[in-house]
């Protein structure tokens, strides 16, 4: 009687980490998404002409376009990923002005990351 035995492990393992790896990118590019609709949604602060500027705890109001788009997401290995900007004024904006728009996505993180994960396959 012969027994053949297949090493399966390794590929499952492989196919595990990168279903992991791709449920952090797509759940970090999400929440990128959701800075930026919320930057882009109605503003009710004051009025500068054509600008309408975001009240406090509103996600910052786009102006100038600058601030939203250097939103951007980068991988910080395998099963890590930062959503920034390299802008100043993000951080001031996000917590001395109340202008809350990644402590609003990093909220709703952990739905996005149960959406992305019911849909891993």
Known sequence: MAVRYDDNWRAARAR???AASELV???ALDIEAAI???MASEKHGRTYGEHVASAR???PAIDTGVL????QTSMDGAYAAEVGSPQETA??????LD???WRRA???????FRRNAGRMR
Do not use: C
Request: glycine share 12%; proline share 6%.
């Open 68 to 71: 939203v788009n250097s939103v």
């Open 57 to 59: 705890g509103e996600a």
């Open 16 to 18: 595990v980490d990168r």
């Open 106 to 112: 990093g909220e709703g993180a952990g739905n996005i």
């Open 36 to 38: 930026k609709r919320d």
């Open 99 to 101: 202008r809350p728009a």
């Open 91 to 96: 951080p001031i904006l996000e917590t001395t």
């Open 25 to 27: 990118r797509r759940t």
